[in-house]
């Protein structure tokens, strides 16, 4: 189910997909059709026996994912108790997906790239991989992204990317020192080490992994839900308007808005 913006590569024999982000002029920003896209994948996979474990990636070599793009418009309701979030339905867990997924970081990984790499089992980075969140920068809370990594790295390291925002980005070596990365690898070598063990998995019976990957996520599910229930309240106190978000932007790049 391949289609502008998201490509899907599946081996038959083995039972791996490998899912890219595919739109690197980009930096595999995420517009709203990438969005709902990502949403039909992994609900499709959900039901598909053959598929049993995935690889996500990004396309080209600077960028895993670079968060929402700065042209995606979204309407919000007039409410003030509710907003819209067009990244909160992208990773597999938000769709019940529990079969493993192996993220594959080959560059940078900013912002809304963490409600991606949040819902992965593991990640493998190339050398040249960063991790960062400008939100702050912006003007904009960071409370869905900070809440996704606390549950991924120390308590210390997560406040110390989401508060510095763009001023400091974090390496791939030092996200493998703290346990965000369970392995580095020379540039261009992230995506064939995940298939290899997403194939690794894949020849296990799937009863058993998709047990052992939803065990693994009941450890911190009650934490992790009580936290997302502020996040949209905290969202909507402390974000900028958005005319002087984007006056902090510059007129720069689209790939670093994340909402």
Known sequence: MSAPGLRVERDEKTG?????????????????????????????????DSVRAIVLTGSGDRAFCTGIDRGAEVPQPPSPYSIDDPLLAIG?????????????????????????LGEAEFLVADERATFFDPHTTYGMVSAYESIAMAQRMPFGEVARMSLLGT??????????????????????????AAVECARTVAGYPPGAVEGTVRAVWAAKEAARTQALAHAPHLVALGNLPPEQQA?????????????
């Open 16 to 48: 791996v997909v490998v899912l890219t982000l595919d739109r690197p002029s980009r930096h595999n920003a995420i517009d709203l059709d990438t969005a709902a896209q990502l949403t039909a994948s992994w609900r499709e996979f959900r039901y598909d």
């Open 92 to 116: 597999p867990k938000a769709n019940d997906l529990w079969k493993p997924v192996i993220a594959a970081v080959n560059g940078m990984a900013c912002g809304g790239a963490f409600y991606l």
């Open 247 to 259: 006056g902090l932007f510059g007129g720069r790049g689209g790939e670093f808005r994340l909402r």
């Open 167 to 192: 001023a400091e980005r974090m390496s791939a070596a030092r996200a493998h020192a703290i346990g965000l990365v369970s392995e580095v690898v020379p540039d261009g070598g992230a995506l064939a």
